[in-house]
């Protein structure tokens, strides 16, 4: 079975100071290292799904930015995720009648509340507007 180390390494010295060699102090990091791996392993599988998923996915941060487009997202909008990263999820593709009730359930979900089956309107880039159930 393959072991990982972490090594430190100094040099040994004599009594007048003369390099006579290394001292290396090793620790196990096997388990570690592969609970790292597996974390890397498990984001890549969501992120995959994610972008596959046959339904929008769309993710704000704690500030409304967009954070989170997937390719149904960018497929049902026209913009694609790089367009729309970083952007105002509210302020910029919520239509206006829609902002202050889209907001609130985000701002709720941010603090844990979650809602269901809530309808809104959403423009697209040719300014279709499309119907979201979040």
Not at 10 to 32: A, C, F, H, P
């Amino acid at each position: 079975r393959r072991v990982e180390v972490l090594l430190n390494a100094t040099t040994r010295r004599d009594v007048s100071g003369k390099v006579v060699g290394v001292i290396g102090v090793g620790q196990d990091i096997s388990e570690r290292k592969y609970a790292e791996e597996e974390k890397a392993r498990v984001a890549q599988e969501l992120q995959s799904f994610i972008d596959t998923a046959n339904a929008p996915i769309l993710g704000i941060d704690v500030n409304g930015l967009i954070s989170e487009w997937n390719n149904k997202a960018a497929e049902i909008t026209g913009f694609s995720s790089d367009e729309v990263m970083g952007q105002s999820l509210v302020e910029v593709y919520i239509t206006e009648e829609f902002r202050a009730s889209v907001k609130q359930v985000l701002d709720n979900a941010l603090k844990g509340n979650e809602t269901a089956n809530f309808e809104f309107p959403l423009y697209t880039k040719d300014e279709r507007r499309v119907e979201v159930l979040l």
